[in-house]
């Protein structure tokens, strides 16, 4: 097989010369590039595998270099080097399509991790099977949300997916991250509002041993964890501001100290995160750091509610029954399906599986009925004449749905906070927060 073929584009001969004999070391073949202009001519005449371009060259900018490649050989990963500290231009880079980018010096241990994932990254991912993630339904949102999926799995750049509760924020991520060059390295979760906050540094950073009464032994955190794959930050909001400037550091420096170590570790982490908050709105109420929000939020992706498609929750309904019914012909006759394409689904498809698992265990047969679901009949959206007027008050329009919600789901747990906080999809932290602010004992 012939060595994969790579370009290099930089205004200074040092680095090139470092570059060159880096890549060859690690038998690579290399052409290289001190201009733009170079740097196209090369393109035009020859087939690469992937490029690094500097982001400040003597007749122009990488961006250009970026998107020539872009018309040209769009499956082409391309990665910036860019000034140390001038994170902007890697966030540019990055939302034009950059899979990664590298600051200046360059440090050989990363240039080296990066080129190797750099040309992992599949040719194709569009035709992944459910060994991606299911996220069913054909709806025209879906849709959309599977192709945007398949196109950030082929970049580095940091992701930040919003949403309702529900609405299958995680199972978008681990798509991510297995239609992408880091599927076979690991893939790990952490509920950011499940962490003690005296606990957070060790549990992300790990510790040595000794570093406090009851470190017994070396600990590795998330970070270690994920080396080489994804970590994903759910509910990030949930982070305290002490530990929002940690977890900066970790991103913009990609390296980790230990709790009671001297020296950081480099590691080679994609961040995803994911939060059914504002943060735009948490930034500016002083809650989220605003640097750290702009590195999370390179590339936004937003999953649409279960009532944004309701063409979908007729066939979510049957993938799930046939999950959850472990092999039996289960089936929703005519009536049960009305009912639920006209409820509201606060909680989404989380909800909709918790409905399903109910219903089958109140069925008398192999047939869920309407009366199975146990929907209250106020849950359901009620077709009216003044259907379409707004409310006078949104706020106070959508307090009134939320203390609906949240007082429903105390009822059907016997008041079990733990357990409404799960039947909602919210953090135990979240739900004390809403119950106080609408004055729920």
């Known amino acids: 097989m012939n060595a994969p073929h790579v370009l290099i584009v930089d205004d200074e001969p040092d680095l090139l010369d470092l570059m060159e004999i880096t890549l060859a070391k690690m038998g690579l073949d290399t052409r290289r590039a001190a201009t733009v202009a170079e740097a196209r001519q090369l393109l035009d005449n020859e087939r690469f595998d992937l490029c690094l371009t500097d982001m400040r060259l003597t007749d122009g900018s990488g961006l250009e270099v970026l998107r020539h490649i872009g018309e040209r050989q769009p499956a082409m990963p391309v990665a910036v080097i860019t000034a140390y500290g001038n994170t902007n231009n890697a966030v540019e880079a990055l939302k034009a399509g ?28 569009a035709g992944a099977g459910s060994e991606a993630g299911e996220l069913l339904g054909e709806s025209v949102a879906m849709q959309e949300i599977r192709r945007q999926i398949d196109k950030l799995a082929r970049t580095q750049a940091p992701v930040h997916i919003t949403g309702e509760s529900g609405s299958g924020k995680e199972l978008a991520a681990r798509r991510i991250h297995s239609l992408g060059s880091r599927a076979d390295h690991a893939f ?99 809650r989220f750091r605003q640097d750290l929000y702009y590195r999370l939020n390179v590339i936004e992706l937003n999953m649409p509610s279960l009532r944004e498609r309701p063409e979908d929750i007729a066939p979510l309904a049957r993938a799930l029954l046939a999950k959850l019914s472990q092999g039996r012909a289960v089936r929703l006759d005519a009536e049960a399906v009305k009912l639920l394409k006209n409820y509201a689904f606060p909680g989404n498809v989380r909800e909709l599986e918790n409905i399903l698992e109910r219903a089958l265990a109140l069925a008398e047969d192999d047939t869920i009925r309407a009366d199975d679901l146990n929907l209250a009949p106020a849950a359901a959206f009620q077709a009216s004449a003044d259907a379409d007027t707004p409310p006078n008050n949104l706020q106070d329009y959508l307090d009134k749905l939320e203390r609906e919600a949240l007082l429903k789901a105390l ?22 927060y809403r119950l106080e602010r609408l004055g729920i004992e």
């Open 411 to 432: 009822e059907q747990t016997r008041y079990n906070k733990t357990a409404a906080a799960r039947l909602l999809g919210v953090t135990f932290r979240s739900l004390r």
């Open 98 to 125: 950059a899979f990664d980018y590298l600051s200046k010096p360059v440090a050989l241990d990363q240039l080296r991790a990066l080129i190797k994932t750099a040309l992992k990254v599949p040719e194709k991912s």
């Open 188 to 286: 790990v979760p952490v509920n950011c509002g499940a962490i003690p906050e005296t606990l957070m540094e060790s549990e992300f950073f790990g510790y040595r041993k000794g570093a406090f009464t009851g470190a017994n032994a070396d600990h590795e955190g998330f970070f270690h964890a994920a080396d080489g794959g994804t970590l994903f930050l759910d509910e990030v909001a949930d982070l305290p501001l002490p530990m929002q400037v940690k977890l900066l550091r970790a991103i913009q420096e990609k390296k980790v100290r230990r709790v009671g170590a001297t020296q950081e570790e480099p590691l080679d982490v994609r961040i995803i995160s994911a939060t059914h908050q504002k943060l735009a709105q948490m930034v500016e109420a002083g």
